[in-house]
């Protein structure tokens, strides 16, 4: 096995991925598909962001946990996706 180190933005992305995995879980079965699907899609959108871009990964990252607290409340229970 590698013994691959990541920076502390990569950890941070990578922890706020999968506490979005987890709010998923905690929702109705029929809405976990869209909500993977959407969560999968906008990191994957990210992806290709430089790791030099350290203003953009930390904005992104504050509008992800933004948007993960709103998926957290019980009243949520899918997202509308919006082009653009």
Excluded: W
């Amino acid at each position: 096995m590698t013994d691959r180190r990541f920076t502390g933005l990569q950890r941070q992305v990578l922890g706020l991925y999968r506490a979005c995995l987890r709010s998923i879980r905690a929702k109705p079965e029929e809405a976990r598909p869209s909500l993977f699907a959407f969560a999968r899609s906008e990191f994957e959108r990210n992806r290709n962001i430089s790791p030099r871009d350290i203003q953009r990964i930390e904005h992104l990252l504050r509008h992800g946990r933004k948007l993960m607290e709103l998926l957290k409340a019980s009243e949520a229970k899918g997202v509308i996706f919006r082009s653009g």
